[in-house]
């Protein structure tokens, strides 16, 4: 049996099931885990997250960064890590113009993109800064996603800096539907995390042919190739502008394109299978 984990508060029902399948069919258990230490502080949460680890027969870790949190609770399980594959689930690419027309948006202009649930831990503070600081002209910051903090705050970051005409919320959820024309619109994909583990946006620009920059935290620098499929930068925005405006004042965004193309084949569904069932043999 195959279970997905990704937060405490999902311990006790799924640690549960398993003890339970384990004792009635005798079948193995298997944990793919997205992460195993909550982003936010809540309670308890170690003890839960114990109690399931000590629940499975084997676990397929994303990032090298939950293995290390793994043997905070169990020093001994079977465990691998494994990239999520490229999320393929979203359509074909489309071109930059129809997904420009579809959102309405300046064709005229250049856009960055920050994309999904909009959370402190996700650093769009911290990008806000950085793009108040960019030089490139015609750039756009194109924000989409829900917000599950007060968006208020970044309304008012973005007026305090200058940059309003030139940031764009959404400040809703983005459908499976619209996901490949905010990708194809975008000349890069931006993730200033504060923490960590991997990241589900990193995979779909893989799957869109779309350069990133990540901060270096948690798994992002194992997903990301520094000056290859886009940038690896400290959590520092007077950096993150500096690589923002390489980006738009070199030739790099072809030839990122070029090696997101020949990386993909690692991050496989194949290749993911392949190497899960290796730990199934193993437990």
Known sequence: MIIHYWMPFFAPALGFLA????????AKVIAITHNLIPHEKQAFSSILTNYFVNSIDGLICLSTSV????????????????????????????????????????????????FGL????????????AFAQVKTPD???????????????????????????????TDSFIPDS?????FS?????????????????TQIAYQFDCPMLVTNTGGLAEIVFDLKTGFVC????????AKIDLFFNSNMATGMIENIKLEKHRFSWDT??????VLAEKV
């Open 178 to 182: 619209e996901v490949k024309y905010y």
């Open 234 to 241: 400290e959590k520092d925005p007077v950096e993150i502008a």
């Open 118 to 129: 909009i959370r402190k831990y996700k650093g769009l503070d911290l990008l806000l800064e």
């Open 139 to 169: 750039l756009m910051l194109l924000i989409a996603g829900e917000f599950y903090e007060p968006i208020s705050t970044y309304l008012e970051q973005a007026e305090r800096l200058g940059i309003s005409g030139s940031v764009i919320f």
């Open 19 to 26: 003890r339970r399948i384990r004792k009635q069919t005798g």
């Open 67 to 114: 293995l290390g949190d793994l043997r905070e609770f169990n020093k001994s399980l079977p465990a691998l890590c494994i990239p999520h594959p490229v999320y393929d689930i979203y359509g074909a690419k489309v071109t930059k113009e129809e997904g420009l027309s579809h959102l309405g948006l300046d064709v005229h202009k250049k856009y960055l993109l920050f």
């Open 272 to 277: 993911f299978v392949k190497q899960l069932i």
């Open 185 to 201: 619109a975008a000349e890069m994909v931006v993730q200033p995390y504060i923490t960590a583990t991997q990241s589900g946006v």
